[in-house]
């Protein structure tokens, strides 16, 4: 005979069995421990007999599951009945190994083996906890105690992760009274194995216990608990990692569903509350109750095999486990969108699914085991008038003759009356508003819902109220397009949120700058936003701006022309619409030139002006691009960046007003000249002329008069010393950036070694501007920032910094060695991929060929692909440093040595191969290899 029993038949793919079908009890195995004839089994040969069988239990559900003929809730529910096995086993081997050692032990009163938690609702995630209650109708005697200790040690033993209490019913009853984990724990309760008279004892002290106390204490435990499970792990559902089983939207919420249900009713299923005739009258359709099915069956079968790829109790869906979780599943690409991003749309919106569930159901719970609220009619005529009443004193549509199936504007009413006056929803108005978004279709083009929905977009705590519209799907009905972004993330570390929470933070942020909040971070976009004439169309714009994500192509493009389609059905006028489309056209005009083009040279300051041509879009711009920026994530916006949309915008306004930011060259130079003279007055003249004789002209548009000044000193000091090389660093609080200023001999691939010195010192280059004086030295400024995204302000690191420049110079720190040991990123990030892509444009600058590279940021890049650069013959003007996330856009302004554009074909050829290998080392950390792209704008 096997000394391992059969398990129990596999379901099919097209069946999930009930729990009854799959056995619990397993002869054969229970025989083998407890002994057929004899004594039972020695210890190590039971936990032998249990290792292989617990091995075959889990590899079978492991194989089945990922054969894919087992979706991920009958997966779990298999995983419980079959361990249901083991524990039955197990507590006869522990009642074999125990016996009584006396009379006394004898008559004591058994025990009942009881699943709690997952495991009691009987389904299990393959390294999930199993909670057990070791159940007693008195207080615990000394050899349950024993037994108890035996089955504990046993299931250790064994590898497995036990949560365990041991209470007599009346201790489960006060314990529940007192703790709010424990009552759940116990509304999970399922009998294993043992004396089930126990366990229906308990039962029913625990249904009177529960009728009488009422589900209002359990319910406000559950919202508290869940309010503080949401704000641990997120309090939006839309992050882009998110928690799948205690994030908002995940299986904790719905098992608090299932909680309530049956706490309140006794309900073992959700389908149980289908109908008439069900507990509360109906509470779900049937379609809600097969939305719920849906849900459970999706998030269980993420969770499964989040843990097998992770070999571990993972409950979070980090990137590197995103793109694995997803393929397994079965989403590949389609059309421009990656079978990842797929995945993680149908994740949210899954996720939302069980949010607009969790705001269905639980109300109508609450109100059928507490009764019907208290409806006022009377006493407020405006109220009245919209067809809105108060029910608890909150807001309903006014029964019986309003609702939202025969009157959808409504909807929109019931949401500003609560704005303006201040007044609650009604869980049930919310819930009727979940069941009739589909009505909000009816309301395109409708002058009324037109005037309510601006308002609301345009009014206070505007973000609020297009949350409550976007979770109960009004706004997708509303404005199609919008559903195409919802739950759309973009497979990268940059962004935060999902499109949609995206553009409805960015609504939050033009309310803050309203509001003055964010006068200290923004001052420029806060006093700008009080003198806008187009407010109604920079908020139709922002919620508009991403409206084109997913669909392939510029974004911008697509959107601005969904813009015009949207803007007359929405009741702008002409004008408003115009204006709308435009700036989704160009709403990443600033910040692009602000981080990727040198705002010191005239023509790109000339060509924004010639775009904009208008001081009010070039206001709504900047407005727009602030609000952007910060709903990205709040590690993107930080001081350095705030400075360079500052000096686009004043620089371009300038232009616009017709002033003279941007003059000839000459005249520009000649006044920085005097500036710098004026500010060294108090210098022997013989010393000032060599100073202002040192500078090219590039030199002297590129600092103000204050920052020449303090470069004059330095070169001074350096020439009286001799020193060959000085270095000077200076901490910006204002901009969070460090300047780090070196003057030394120039040289080809000076740059590159300073670069690779501050990657070994852990500063992130943000800007740089390189100049070769008329003496050849170098003096080259660069301004960096921590890792964090600040200042680089620690005097030792300040020290340090400098001692590797130095050394980095003298040929005496060996870089290559060194920047390998810099820490490299998690491994979760490595699996967002960014193919690198090198755009040369000669086009931007009338004086410099200007390089974009987009690559994997990492520890060196930038000393590489400058050395690159350097090794080809060229001059590195300035280089312009921004990271999104895990990926890097450098911009270079360079010349050859002869000071010229490079738009030799062969020379480019040339660069472009250099580029390739610099963003792709041997090893892969660049991340591109063969899907290097490469374009040339030259023509």
């Excluded at 365990?164 to 294993?192: G, K, N, P």
């Amino acid at each position: 005979m096997s000394s391992t029993a059969a398990l129990p038949a596999r379901p099919s793919a097209q069946r999930v069995p009930a729990l009854a079908e799959a056995p619990t009890v397993i002869p054969d195995l229970i025989a083998e421990l407890t002994g057929r004839t004899g004594p039972p089994a020695r210890r190590d040969v039971a936990l032998d007999l249990l290792r292989r069988h617990l091995g075959r239990i889990q590899g079978t559900v492991q194989e089945a599951f990922e054969a894919h003929q087992l979706s991920g809730l009958a997966a779990a529910r298999w995983l419980a009945a079959l361990t249901d096995g083991v524990m039955v086993a197990i507590h006869a081997y522990a009642l074999a190994m125990v016996p009584p050692r006396n009379p006394a032990e004898a008559a004591e009163a058994p025990f009942a083996l009881v699943a709690t938690g997952g495991y009691g609702r009987g389904v299990l995630a393959p390294y999930s906890d199993i909670d057990l209650l070791f159940l007693t109708e008195e207080a615990a005697g000394p050899r349950i105690q024993r037994a108890v200790e035996f089955v504990l040690y046993m299931l250790w033993d064994l590898g497995l992760k036990v949560g365990h209490a041991t209470r007599s019913i009346e201790d489960c009853m006060e314990e529940a009274a007192r703790d709010s984990t424990v009552l759940t724990a116990l509304v999970d309760a399922r009998f294993l194995a043992g004396e089930r008279p126990v366990f229906e004892r308990f039962e029913e002290v625990f249904t009177r216990t529960r009728q009488e106390r009422g589900l209002g204490p359990f319910l406000a435990a559950k919202r508290a608990e869940r309010a503080a499970r949401h704000a641990r792990y997120g309090d939006s559902p839309y992050l882009v990692e998110p928690h799948v089983k205690e994030g908002q939207g995940g299986l904790r919420d719905l098992q608090t569903l299932y909680w309530l249900a049956r706490y309140a009713f006794g309900a073992q299923r959700m389908p149980d509350l289908v109908g008439e005739d069900s507990p509360g009258g109906g509470l779900l359709t049937e379609h809600e109750a097969r939305a719920i099915r849906r849900a459970w069956n999706f998030l269980w079968t993420v969770r499964f095999h989040l843990h097998y790829v992770a070999g571990r109790a993972e409950e979070r869906l980090t990137f590197d486990f995103q793109p694995v979780v997803g393929a397994r599943m079965g989403y590949t690409p389609r059309g421009r969108q990656d079978g990842v991003e797929r995945f993680m749309k149908h994740l949210f919106l899954t996720v939302r699914d069980v949010l607009r569930l969790t705001r269905v159901l639980e109300p109508a719970i609450e109100r059928a085991a507490l009764g019907p609220p208290a409806v006022r009619r009377q006493g407020d005529a405006g109220l009245a008038e919209a067809g809105l009443a108060l029910a608890d004193g909150k807001l309903v549509a006014a029964p019986p003759n309003r609702d939202f199936s025969r009157e959808p504007v409504l909807m929109l009413r019931i949401l500003k009356a609560a704005r303006d006056r201040k007044l609650d929803i009604h869980p049930l108005a919310v819930r009727a508003l979940i069941r009739n978004a589909f009505h909000a279709a009816a309301l395109r083009g409708q002058p009324e819902a037109n005037a309510l929905f601006l308002d609301l977009l345009t009014g206070r705590d505007a973000a609020v109220w297009l949350r409550l519209m976007n979770k109960t799907g009004f706004l997708s009905r509303f404005i199609p397009d919008w559903a195409r972004i919802v739950g759309l993330m973009q497979f990268d570390t940059y962004h935060v949120f999902t499109v949609d929470e995206h553009t409805i933070e960015a609504i939050s942020v033009l309310q803050q700058l309203e509001a003055g909040r964010l006068g200290e971070a923004t001052p420029v976009a806060s006093e700008l936003v009080d003198q806008l004439q187009s407010r109604r169309a920079l908020y139709v714009a922002a919620l508009l701006h991403d409206i084109a994500k997913g669909r392939g192509g510029d974004h911008s493009e697509l959107g601005a022309r969904i813009a015009q389609e949207i803007g007359p059905k929405l009741g702008l006028t002409q004008e408003e619409t115009e204006t709308v489309s435009w700036l989704v056209l160009h709403h990443l005009l600033i910040s692009q030139t602000a981080f990727k083009r040198d705002i010191e040279d005239p023509k790109t300051i000339l060509d924004i002006a010639d775009l904009v041509q208008s001081p009010e879009r070039l206001r709504l711009l900047l407005v727009l691009t602030v609000a952007d920026m910060r709903a990205v994530g709040p590690k993107v916006w930080n001081g350095w960046k705030a400075t360079l949309l500052r000096e686009v915008y004043w620089r371009v306004a300038e232009v616009l007003a017709g002033g003279l930011s941007v003059p000839e060259r000459d005249v520009r130079v000649a006044r920085a000249r005097e500036a710098a003279a004026a500010m060294l007055a108090g210098w022997p003249a013989a010393d000032r002329e060599q100073f202002l004789a040192r500078g090219y002209p590039g030199y002297w548009l590129s600092f103000d008069a204050e920052t020449h000044a303090r470069h004059a000193a330095l070169i001074r000091e350096a020439e009286a010393t001799g020193a060959p090389l000085t270095v000077r660093t200076r901490v910006l609080e204002a901009r969070a950036v460090t300047e780090i200023t070196v003057y030394a001999a120039d040289h080809p691939g000076l740059f590159s070694r300073i670069a690779g010195a501050l990657a070994v010192a852990g500063a992130s280059i943000v800007d740089a501007r390189i100049h070769t004086l008329t003496n050849g030295m170098a003096l080259d400024t660069f301004w960096v920032q921590d890792a964090a995204g600040g200042a680089f302000d620690q005097p030792h690191r300040l020290a340090r910094l400098s001692v590797l420049i130095e050394q980095s110079l003298s040929g005496r720190l060996r870089l290559a060695e060194e920047i390998a040991k810099v820490r490299r990123e998690p491994a979760r990030l490595r699996a967002v991929t960014v193919p690198p892509r090198v755009v040369f444009d000669n086009h931007a600058s009338n004086t410099h060929t200007v390089i974009e590279v987009n690559g994997r940021d990492r520890p060196g890049l930038l000393h590489d692909v400058t050395a690159a650069i350097s090794e080809q013959g060229l001059q590195i003007a300035s280089a312009h440093i921004t990271t999104y996330g895990v990926r890097a856009v450098d911009v270079f302004y360079v010349k050859d040595v002869f000071g010229l554009k490079v738009e030799n074909e062969r020379k480019l050829a040339s660069l472009r191969r250099a580029m390739e290998a610099a963003l792709d080392p041997p090893g892969g950390e660049g991340g591109g290899g063969a899907a290097t792209r490469v374009v040339s704008e030259q023509t």
